[in-house]
């Protein structure tokens, strides 16, 4: 298949909140493969505070809030709860530390198991990923495990920091790649 073929495949999903009062917030953008769907998530997205329009005017960026989403994959028949985090940050050193912490509490964390970890550019910002297999014990002594990629980046076009996390079961592991793919695709500027 030539490169134009490959590029038809993948389609712009958008990671919004509407408010009849302020309009249109975006999180980010991403491209989704084929096979691969957004669906509306459980809980409506926070929207605490927006930023500038973007240059042509349509929307604004979330500047302050948290968006959940299902992420299909549909020839898989697997969903994933889709999380997007951000938060504002005035200085660039300060939202690397916050990341930096974060990511190494996930990995001190004796109840994850860390299972891959990396880096990846997204919209020319470097970001670290993790893959876990969060245990969890419930009720009698049963325990659940979830499997996650986490990745968290600063943005400094925006002003903000990006906190994504991607949960589902055991399969999870088969779709580590195209996850991966799928987050690295994210658009937090223009």
């Known amino acids: ?21 302020f309009g249109v917030g975006t999180f980010a953008f991403l491209e989704l493969p084929e ?25 604004r960026w979330v500047v302050k809030g948290k968006l959940k989403v299902f ?12 999380s997007v985090e951000a938060r504002d940050f005035r200085r660039a050193s300060d939202a690397e530390e916050t990341l930096r912490k974060k990511m190494e509490k996930l990995r001190k964390d004796k109840a994850s198991e860390v299972l891959e970890e990396g880096t ?13 297999a969060r245990h969890k014990k419930k009720l009698f002594g049963r325990e659940e495990t979830r499997y996650m990629v986490i990745v968290g980046f600063f943005c400094d076009k925006t002003g903000r920091m990006l906190w994504v996390e991607v949960t589902g079961g055991p399969y999870l592991v088969e779709d580590v790649a195209d996850l991966v793919s799928i987050i690295s695709s994210l658009s937090c500027h223009e």
């Open 1 to 21: 298949m030539d490169d134009d073929g490959a590029e038809a495949t993948r389609r712009k999903g958008c990671l919004a909140s509407y408010s009849p009062f």
């Open 35 to 59: 096979a691969w769907d957004l669906r509306v998530g459980p809980e409506p997205p926070e929207c605490d505070l927006l930023g500038n329009w973007n240059p042509t005017g349509e929307f």
């Open 120 to 132: 990846v550019s997204i919209s020319g910002h470097d970001a670290s990923y993790l893959v876990l």
């Open 71 to 82: 992420l299909v994959n549909e020839d898989g028949r697997r969903i994933y709860l889709l």
